[in-house]
């Protein structure tokens, strides 16, 4: 599946290089005599506008765990995937009513912050040391890998070997603007990233439905790609109802109303309201208004990127397999099969070497690094950020200069980003890059989530409620997750307790702990109120006659699309 391109494709994808990066630096730069604060490099000196707020969540959210990972769960599940960014869009409006009013009040520069205002340094400690870790480790690892495979596929020729290279050029590309010029090189380059991916995702699914219309036409195209595969349009799946390429029941990914009613909830909330480097940029807004606007104008975008990212699989899926829905010989190409299975993930890449004209290659090219690159800095910012403000100015430097601060920031950047090189190859070929990372995030993620809910809405949640928290929403997590499926079919046990999905898993861990850090208060209170609990004033969650109305139309609009695809 190797892509030929054109001179005009290399000279499109090196002038978006050159953008990107003049434009990096030219933001990073400083008018002689004035020094670099923390403010500036960790929160842009809280100067963003609505507008750049929201292009910037979107960039950092996008990268090829989406245009690959998602794609790919396209074509493994269908139109159902995309409940992750419908859902999104109402999770963003319940953030920036519920969580940023308190967030910006405080004047917080990190999430770890708010849990030692709430709670005690030490919790604060403990998960900025897990944050740190799980950025390291995870997301810029994945990121790193799944974009390098990307590559690999499109501009290599899809054996593997040119991943490592991959992974090394976009680190540099990444490095190059963000480490010297911080959040606002960050910010600012993603309004052209996320107008880039947009364009250039948009052209993909354009041409690729126009080429699969019989009589060509875009709408045409989705009219006959809808009636060629309508299984692949259910968004609210019973179980047995889509078995993937590889033999597996999607309902374990998407468990029915469970994806409206439970789990998808606490996967989409702990993202969009307690993840360092999205709400990062919301804090960084030049007032609550603005990083309320921001956050409803990107929850607009969400609603369009299943077109981007999840049509695209649903159309490699029609092509490659057969009139009863088989992915293999002869129907498929052979960049789907390997000797474990279906390679689900390869969708996208597919769809660019099949339908892409040269003169576009470097477009889509283009975009396509700009999901990753953006999502690389963002992570390597908040990083820096956590590190710097959570653990080195309390524990090494208490007196530390902004100059010190700044310094460190870039220094922990990089160590970051040389650490994730070396991981990422060790990732592997995942089979859904999209799914995987959600199964395994949502581990910890409830309890984290438990934990910042009874910490903003509960006042009698004390500091050692919530660490007892945390460790009991990991123990039965594991639990939920492990335990059923070592028990054997047909035991008792299995029967009490059958294996459930892992969204399932999410929300009754999420709940369960709530209830288990509310009792352990009172028992340790006798009733009385925390001391660090948060007097919520009424009139802290009013919000403008503009996020009211964007808010409704986002809300009408999942209505409608829930009811056409049911």
């Known amino acids: 599946m190797n892509v030929v391109f054109n001179f005009w494709d290399y000279a499109v994808f090196t002038l978006y290089c050159l953008s990107i990066i003049g434009l990096g630096l030219w933001v990073s730069r400083r008018k002689k005599g004035i020094e670099t604060t923390s403010g500036d490099y960790f929160l842009a000196g809280k100067t963003l506008p609505w507008w750049a707020i929201g292009s910037s969540l979107i960039a950092a959210n996008i990268s090829a765990e989406q245009f690959v990972g998602m794609s790919g769960s396209g074509f493994a599940i269908g139109l159902a995937i995309a409940s992750y960014e419908w859902m999104a869009a109402i999770s963003l409006v319940i953030v920036g009513k519920y969580f940023l009013p308190i967030f910006i009040e405080k004047q917080l520069f990190t999430i770890p912050e708010f849990i030692e205002k709430r709670y005690s340094t030490t919790l604060k400690s403990i998960l900025a040391v897990f944050w740190i870790a799980l950025f390291v480790l995870v997301n810029l690892t994945t990121v790193l890998f799944l974009g390098a495979k990307t590559l690999d596929t499109i501009a290599g020729d899809g054996s593997g070997s040119y991943v490592m290279i991959g992974i ?89 109303l469970a994806v409206l009613l439970g789990g998808m909830w606490v996967a989409n909330l702990y993202y969009w309201g307690f993840n360092q480097y999205i709400i990062q940029r919301t804090l960084a807004a030049k007032s609550l208004k603005e ?28 092509m490659n397999s057969s009139p009863d829905g088989q992915v293999a010989a002869p129907w498929a190409s052979d960049a789907f099969l390997t000797a474990t299975g279906v390679d689900n993930d390869r969708a996208y890449p597919w769809l660019i070497a099949t339908f892409i004209p040269s003169g576009l290659k470097g477009l889509i090219l283009a975009a396509l690094v700009a999901a990753i690159v953006s999502s690389l800095a963002s992570m390597l910012n908040s990083t820096a950020t956590i590190f710097t403000m959570d653990l080195y100015k309390p524990y090494f430097n208490p007196g530390a200069s902004e100059r010190q601060m700044v310094r460190t920031g870039r220094i ?46 509960s006042k009698k949640a004390t500091n050692r409620s919530a660490i007892a928290g945390a460790l009991f929403s990991i ?49 340790e209170l006798k009733g009385r109120t925390d001391p660090l609990a948060i007097n919520l004033q009424k009139d802290l969650f009013k919000t403008s006659q503009v996020f009211n109305i964007a808010a409704s139309a986002i809300v009408m609009i999942l209505i409608a699309l829930y009811a056409l695809f049911w």
């Not at 040389?418 to 309890?447: C, D, H, R, W």
Request: aromatic share 10%.
């Open 412 to 457: 922990t950047a990089g160590v970051a980003l040389v650490v994730a090189v070396l991981i990422a190859p060790m990732l592997g070929n995942l089979k859904q890059a999209f799914q995987y990372i959600q199964e395994y995030t949502g581990v910890v993620s409830p309890g984290i989530l438990a934990i910042f809910l009874m910490g903003l809405f």
């Open 291 to 318: 990083a309320q606007k921001g956050i409803v104008f990107a929850g607009f975008l969400k609603l369009l990127l299943p077109l981007i990212v999840v049509i695209p699989g649903i159309i490699a899926f029609m």
């Open 168 to 256: 090394v050029g976009l680190a540099l590309f990444a490095a190059t603007y963000s480490l010297w010029g911080g959040l606002s090189a960050v910010a600012w380059t993603d309004v052209l990233q996320v107008a880039l991916l947009i364009g250039g995702g948009l052209a993909t699914t354009f041409i690729a439905l126009d080429h699969i219309a019989p009589d060509g036409g875009v709408l045409a195209g989705m009219k006959h790609l809808y009636h060629t595969v309508p299984q692949k349009f259910s968004m609210i799946l019973s179980r047995g109802e889509m078995i993937t390429p590889n033999g597996d029941d999607a309902y374990m990914d998407l468990p029915g």
């Open 475 to 523: 123990v039965l997590a594991m639990f939920l997750k492990a335990g059923p499926k070592g028990w054997g079919d047909g035991s008792w046990a299995e029967s009490l307790l059958p294996v459930l999905p892992w969204m399932n898993q999410m929300m009754i861990t999420c709940v369960a702990t709530m209830v288990f850090i509310y009792i352990f208060s009172l028992i």
